[in-house]
């Protein structure tokens, strides 16, 4: 049976880094094994936050590639998220998945249960 | 990378068929053959739905079926229930540096 569950901090100040973990179970992070961060402002989309594979390869969006770290501890079965300089935008549930893969392409076939991270003074 | 265009809502009476839109580029939706499916009920997490265009996870009704045509994919869910009744939302494989990108959303509203 595969989990996963999001950890950290419900409220961040400006200019704070938020640090997320993503602890998992039912399945390892080993070869051919990778997990996302995705976001969902309040009433609006979901967002493709990063991404990171059982070897280590790390990928982020475009737009927050400067403020995003990803990274991994196989031996604890998580994978945490680091966003620095957050600001009032950055409000959102923060959701991690798992990824199923096929040659290229990827998708989400596990979700936990997000966690809401409100930015405010 | 811009998100996938989605109408805003959409909905059908119990019994009847709903079809939702994604239309993407030809970076996104048109390269790959990618695109998956989530329905989000208010207050949960994200489902997979679809993914492939077509496939559908073990657990899936197939009533919920995908397709796509050049930049467009489509969800369509067939004999509406009204536990079908949530958000959804399309995404796709956008290539260059591993890019994805997710639709607008939908909301579906049984009648």
């Known amino acids: 049976q595969v989990t996963l569950k999001e950890s950290g901090p419900a409220l961040v100040k400006p200019t704070q880094t938020l640090t997320l973990t993503c602890t998992f179970s039912?399945?390892?992070?080993?070869?051919?094994?990778?997990v996302s961060w995705i976001r969902q402002p309040p009433g609006k989309a979901l967002e493709w936050l990063a991404r990171?594979?059982?070897?280590?390869?790390?990928f982020y969006t475009t737009s927050l590639k400067s403020r995003l770290t990803i990274s991994k501890d196989a031996s604890k079965n998580q994978v945490v998220l680091t966003m620095t300089n957050m600001e009032p935008v950055d409000t959102a549930t923060y959701y991690c998945a798992r990824i199923q893969s096929k040659g290229v392409g990827w998708w989400f076939d596990f979700w936990g249960q997000g966690i809401l991270v409100t930015v405010s003074s | 990378q811009s998100a996938l265009t989605q109408p805003p809502s959409a909905s059908g009476s119990p019994g009847q068929s709903v079809t939702i839109s994604c239309t993407g580029t030809s970076s996104d939706v048109g390269a790959y053959n990618f695109v998956s499916w989530y329905q989000q009920h208010p207050g949960k997490a994200p489902k997979l739905m679809i993914y492939?265009?077509?496939k559908r996870p073990s657990g899936v009704p197939d009533r919920f079926s995908g397709s796509k045509s050049g930049n467009t994919a489509s969800l369509t869910v067939s004999g509406l229930q009204a536990e079908d009744e949530a958000d959804y939302y399309c995404?796709?494989?956008?290539?260059?540096?591993?890019?994805?990108?997710f639709g607008t959303g939908t909301k579906v509203t049984v009648l």
């Open positions: 990171i594979d059982w070897d280590d390869d790390r």
């Open positions: 039912g399945f390892s992070l080993s070869f051919g094994m990778r």
């Open positions: 492939e265009v077509s």
């Open positions: 995404s796709s494989y956008a290539g260059s540096n591993n890019n994805y990108v």
